[in-house]
């Protein structure tokens, strides 16, 4: 199991943050996903078959593109 804290700027409220676990708790091997909109960030623990590049585009697909 993986586990990684993304910033996202664009992350402003709870529904911010709902939003994103819906869309990622819905990739095969994306175990947990909690945020935090005060730091704008999200934690993801994830196992095969989803990766970060895959997470990290599901993210940028649905407006909230992780910031470097």
Do not use: F
């Not at 869309?23 to 947990?32: C, F, H, Y």
Request: with cysteine; proline share 4%.
């Amino acid at each position: 199991m993986e586990k990684q804290t993304l910033t996202i700027s664009k992350i402003s409220c709870g529904h911010c943050v709902a939003t994103i676990q819906r869309e990622l708790q819905n990739l095969d091997g994306v175990a947990k996903v909690t945020g935090d909109p005060q730091t704008k960030t999200i934690t993801v623990e994830w196992q095969t078959p989803a990766s970060k590049s895959q997470i990290e585009a599901r993210l940028a697909e649905i407006g909230y593109p992780t910031s470097a």
